[in-house]
């Protein structure tokens, strides 16, 4: 596998700290979503093994990935079913689809841009669980202990997604698009609505 380049800056938006905290009492439809972008997530990495090029370090890495999200919708689902609530279909945010209309249309951009779109997924996911993992500790420690775990696995996620993209586009060009597509994130959750869901956005709905 690539080591890393020189860090990319963290992503231009930052979460309003009142956010996790307005999650809270919906915290069943959030642990619903989060089951479903675990399964996306398994769903994603196991795409991106069949098309990101690269010998058997590439392969590996994708592999585990897609195995750990698993481990993390199944987690989810054994929450869901501790707590008597039921695994059923829930409308998505329209976070990532938002962020894919950015993704350019010609190889190898196209590839690159979509991961690069998973790794600020993956670093506003981290972001998120951290902070739903501070909210609940004083009112729901195992919720928080579950957000605390998992989230720690999304900063390895972000970086393994960074560095397949550095395979695909040199260095400077690369940190370029990470800094286009961190704003283009910033401004499609200032537009997304406040509703229950990880990836929700801060704005009023468009
Ligand atoms: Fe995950
Ligand atoms: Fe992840």
Same mark, same amino acid.
Do not use: N
């Given at each position: 596998?690539?080591?890393?380049?020189?860090?990319?800056?963290?992503?231009?938006?930052?979460?309003?700290?009142?956010?996790?905290?307005?999650m809270?009492?919906?915290?069943?439809?959030l642990?619903?979503?989060?089951?479903?972008?675990e399964?996306?997530a398994?769903?994603?990495?196991?795409?991106?093994?069949?098309?990101?090029?690269?010998?058997?370090?590439?392969?590996?890495?994708?592999?585990?990935?897609?195995?750990?999200?698993?481990?993390?919708?199944?987690?989810?689902?054994?929450?869901?079913?501790?707590?008597?609530?039921?695994?059923?279909p829930?409308?998505?945010?329209?976070?990532?689809?938002?962020?894919?209309?950015?993704?350019?249309?010609?190889?190898?951009h196209?590839?690159?841009?979509?991961?690069?779109?998973?790794?600020?997924? !993956? *670093? @506003?996911?981290?972001?998120?669980?951290?902070?739903? =993992? /501070?909210? $609940?500790?004083?009112? &729901? %420690?195992? +919720? #928080?202990?579950?957000?605390?775990?998992?989230?720690?696995? !999304? *900063? @390895?996620?972000?970086?393994?997604?960074?560095?397949? =993209? /550095?395979? $695909?586009?040199?260095? &400077? %060009?690369? +940190? #370029?698009?990470?800094?286009e597509?961190?704003?283009?994130?910033? *401004?499609?959750?200032?537009?997304?609505?406040?509703?229950p869901?990880?990836?929700?956005?801060?704005?009023?709905?468009?």
């Amino acid at each position: 596998m690539v080591t890393a380049e020189a860090p990319l800056p963290p992503l231009p938006y930052a979460t309003p700290p009142d956010w996790a905290a307005a999650m809270v009492p919906d915290l069943g439809t959030l642990l619903l979503d989060q089951a479903h972008l675990e399964k996306k997530a398994a769903a994603g990495a196991l795409a991106f093994l069949f098309r990101v090029p690269g010998g058997a370090d590439v392969q590996r890495a994708l592999s585990a990935l897609a195995r750990e999200e698993l481990v993390h919708f199944e987690r989810t689902l054994r929450l869901l079913a501790q707590r008597g609530l039921p695994f059923a279909p829930l409308q998505p945010g329209r976070y990532a689809e938002r962020l894919k209309a950015a993704v350019r249309s010609t190889m190898p951009h196209r590839l690159a841009d979509e991961l690069l779109v998973a790794a600020i997924i !993956e *670093a @506003r996911s981290c972001e998120r669980m951290a902070a739903m =993992a /501070a909210a $609940l500790r004083a009112v &729901d %420690a195992e +919720a #928080a202990a579950f957000y605390g775990e998992l989230g720690e696995a !999304e *900063a @390895r996620h972000e970086a393994l997604y960074v560095q397949l =993209a /550095a395979l $695909l586009l040199p260095a &400077d %060009a690369l +940190a #370029a698009r990470w800094r286009e597509l961190g704003a283009h994130e910033a *401004a499609v959750l200032a537009v997304l609505p406040r509703q229950p869901r990880l990836h929700s956005g801060t704005g009023s709905g468009a």
